[in-house]
């Protein structure tokens, strides 16, 4: 007899959000298939992508990638989304201003609605474009510090740079907060019961 294999510990959501061809859904395809493919399609509505399992911190990881289609008719899905969410990786196009810019509608309604404290990455993509760069990296990390994000990186789902370090980085993000909220939750519930009127 085979020994049963033991689930995941941890099975996080994590929301992929920014405009619209930033490169979310060609990301997310290079980081569970390992392809970049070229003429991939608008995504309309929301796309899924599964990790099966992903090793941090000595905890087994199963990641639920739920990949937004950024069209403006589609925003008002987002709070709603944002629901049960563990992490978000907001996502612009290192040759395109305007991506960086908008940041502020997507995190506003996710810290709203995910809560304060849930890792939300800004992740430069597009890095292997040199010639049409438009924002720096020193800039990026500048927008990461002053808006709040958990923590900032520039990634190509062309080349593949960096995508699996990104995702290790919010899996482990999310994996401390869970370890903080599992504490917070001893501590409040190791008072033993009161026996009342005997
Ligand atoms: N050169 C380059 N092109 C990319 C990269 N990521 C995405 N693209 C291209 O950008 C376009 C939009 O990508 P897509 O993944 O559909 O963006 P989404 O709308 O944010 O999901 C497609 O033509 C992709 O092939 C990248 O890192 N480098
Ligand atoms: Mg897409």
């Known amino acids: 007899m085979t020994k049963k294999e033991s689930g995941p510990d941890y099975i996080f959501k994590i929301l992929m959000l920014g ?3 930033v490169g979310k859904t060609s990301l997310s395809k290079y980081y569970i298939e390992n392809v970049f493919t070229p003429d991939i399609r608008l995504t309309v509505g929301i796309q899924f992508f599964i990790k099966q399992e992903i090793i941090v911190d000595d905890k087994k990881v199963k990641l639920q990638i739920w990949d937004f289609g950024g ?3 589609f925003r008002i899905m987002v709070p709603t989304l944002c629901l049960g ?3 978000c990786i907001f ?3 290192t040759t395109r201003p305007s991506t960086l ?3 502020h509608s997507w995190t506003y309604i996710v810290k709203e609605r995910c809560g304060r404290d849930v890792p939300i990455m800004l992740v430069g993509n597009k890095s292997d474009l040199k010639d049409k760069r438009a924002i720096s990296t020193e800039h990026g990390i500048e927008v990461a510090k002053r808006s709040g ?3 900032f990186s520039e990634t190509s789902a062309k080349t593949g740079m960096n995508i699996e ?3 290790q980085a919010i899996a482990k993000l999310m ?3 869970m370890k903080q909220l599992e504490e917070q939750d001893k501590s409040t519930n190791t008072k033993p019961p009161i026996i009342i009127g005997d």
């Open 19 to 21: 405009d619209a061809a």
């Open 71 to 73: 069209e403006d008719r």
């Open 85 to 87: 969410s563990h992490g």
């Open 91 to 93: 996502m612009y196009d």
């Open 101 to 103: 810019n908008s940041h």
């Open 149 to 151: 994000f958990t923590g």
């Open 165 to 167: 370090s990104t995702f």
């Open 175 to 177: 994996v401390k907060r």
